[in-house]
């Protein structure tokens, strides 16, 4: 029995290691595409927080002080890739589409960036909360 125990903390254990974006995110920028080009956001004006699990992810942004989106579903990891589903939030169009972003850490930073059919979606960039 102790050795199953053993044998199952290190094997979650390596699991959580292997994840880099477990844990808490805060927004700090991001870019998105519009009919008309892009926009930028960028914190104070939006505060957003993101929670990574080791298999869910979730959000709640505010603009202004003031409720705006929250979200969440399942994810993995795969060739550099953050490929989440969302199962539910308040932005209908969202609920069940599965997107695939790259990704890449530098320091506590986490950039990411969707592309469709070659252009640019969205690019953001999250910040580690300690």
């Not at 929670?51 to 989106?69: A, C, E, M, W």
Request: cysteine-free; hydrophobic content about 40%.
């Amino acid at each position: 029995m102790k050795n199953t125990l053993l044998l199952s903390s290190l094997f979650i254990s390596s699991m959580v290691s292997a994840n880099p974006l477990l844990g808490s995110w805060q927004f700090v920028e991001g870019k998105y595409a519009t009919n008309d080009g892009y926009v930028m956001a960028k914190a104070p004006e939006i505060t957003s927080v993101k929670l990574i699990t080791p298999s869910h992810f979730s959000y709640i942004t505010q603009k202004q002080g003031n409720f705006h989106y929250a979200g969440g579903g399942k994810y993995v990891l795969q060739d550099q890739q953050f490929i989440e589903t969302f199962s539910y939030g308040n932005v209908p169009s969202l609920l069940g589409k599965t997107m695939a972003f790259d990704y890449k850490l530098e320091g506590d930073l986490w950039h990411h960036t969707l592309y469709e059919n070659g252009k640019l979606v969205e690019a953001e960039i999250w910040q580690r909360i300690k």
